[in-house]
């Protein structure tokens, strides 16, 4: 992963943001980087439902993941 490599060159925190959709993803990419970024996916559950309530549960459920992880 190219995370693991730039981690290996710079005292920078690296962070990942391209392809992050689910949770598992999210927790896998922090195995290796320091942060990840989550767009395109909250803003297709905005646009999907709607509903505050269920994007603030989608974003807990990345964060419930990463505090695991």
Request: aromatic share 2%.
């Amino acid at each position: 992963m190219i995370a693991k490599r730039l981690k290996d060159v710079t005292d920078l925190p690296v962070l990942v943001g391209v392809g992050i959709s689910t949770p598992e993803q999210a927790a896998e990419v922090c195995e290796v980087a320091d942060g990840v970024v989550v767009g395109s996916a909250i803003v297709r559950r905005v646009l999907e439902t709607g509903s505050p309530e269920s994007v603030a549960d989608f974003v807990g459920s990345f964060r419930d993941a990463l505090d695991k992880g």
